[in-house]
């Protein structure tokens, strides 16, 4: 992949990666809820959903499944249900005395797992990403050389924008924490954030492959 080429890659990719999407709310909610740790834990669970995306599309998976309509929509059913039950989560937490308590080392500690587990999840339940990747990639390969190396490439490059990306939302973020300590504020927040998850499962069921 030529020096051009990988430009050219980096900005289209950097352009899309600044639409703020599932990954980038689950990014905020947990900067706001327990820091520094919450956003690396989103990141790690996003990026590596987003390696095994790409290998998918190195194997010829996401052009498997454009062709397999059936696959697709059960797929696409599967991950808008995942957005809509963490949306509903988000709004009976809203009812709860402490819908979004102030960090807690031990409580991190605690739901590391569990954390992690739903940004790998949300990254990659969604079928779209890989038939996206599957169209989009390809257009900046160059088929003379050794395409192990470049999707390698387009990978490190996809990681350093999300880290980058996301990362910045949420050192903004974190700057501006302590205007939103107020129990009012944390209800407000997990009511909102729980409408997008739902809005954005119900736009998955509705989108076309």
Same mark, same amino acid.
């Given at each position: 992949?030529?020096?051009?080429?990988?430009?050219?890659?980096?900005?289209?990719?950097?352009?899309?990666?600044?639409?703020?999407?599932?990954?980038? #709310? /689950?990014?905020?909610?947990? $900067?706001?809820?327990?820091? %520094?740790? !919450?956003?690396?834990?989103? +990141? &790690?669970?996003? #990026? /590596?959903?987003?390696?095994? $995306?790409?290998?998918?599309? %190195?194997? !010829?998976?996401?052009?498997? +499944? &454009?062709?397999?309509?059936?696959?697709?929509?059960?797929?696409?059913?599967?991950? %808008?249900?995942?957005?809509?039950?963490?949306?509903?989560?988000?709004?009976?937490?809203?009812?709860?005395?402490?819908?979004?308590?102030?960090?807690?080392?031990?409580?991190?500690?605690?739901?590391?797992?569990?954390?992690?587990?739903?940004?790998?999840?949300?990254?990659?339940?969604?079928?779209?990403?890989?038939?996206?990747?599957?169209?989009?990639?390809?257009?900046?390969?160059?088929?003379?050389?050794?395409?192990?190396?470049?999707?390698?490439?387009?990978?490190?490059?996809?990681?350093?924008?999300?880290?980058?990306?996301?990362?910045?939302?949420?050192?903004?973020?974190?700057?501006?924490?302590?205007?939103?300590?107020?129990?009012?504020?944390?209800?407000?927040?997990?009511?909102?954030?729980?409408?997008?998850?739902?809005?954005?499962?119900?736009?998955?069921?509705?989108?076309?492959?």
């Amino acid at each position: 992949m030529s020096l051009h080429v990988w430009l050219t890659f980096f900005i289209a990719y950097l352009l899309i990666t600044l639409s703020p999407g599932p990954n980038v #709310l /689950l990014v905020i909610r947990n $900067t706001l809820r327990y820091g %520094a740790t !919450g956003t690396v834990i989103a +990141l &790690s669970g996003n #990026l /590596l959903a987003q390696l095994i $995306t790409i290998l998918l599309v %190195a194997l !010829g998976v996401g052009t498997l +499944l &454009s062709t397999l309509p059936v696959a697709f929509t059960v797929l696409k059913i599967v991950g %808008a249900a995942y957005l809509i039950y963490l949306g509903v989560a988000q709004w009976m937490a809203s009812f709860k005395n402490n819908p979004a308590a102030s960090p807690v080392v031990s409580d991190v500690t605690s739901r590391r797992p569990s954390l992690w587990l739903e940004a790998f999840l949300v990254s990659i339940s969604n079928p779209k990403t890989l038939l996206f990747l599957s169209a989009f990639l390809p257009q900046f390969l160059d088929h003379t050389t050794g395409l192990t190396r470049q999707f390698a490439l387009m990978y490190l490059t996809i990681a350093l924008i999300v880290i980058g990306v996301h990362s910045s939302y949420a050192l903004a973020l974190r700057r501006l924490g302590h205007h939103f300590q107020s129990q009012r504020w944390k209800v407000a927040f997990s009511r909102v954030s729980g409408t997008l998850f739902i809005g954005m499962g119900i736009r998955l069921v509705g989108s076309r492959a």
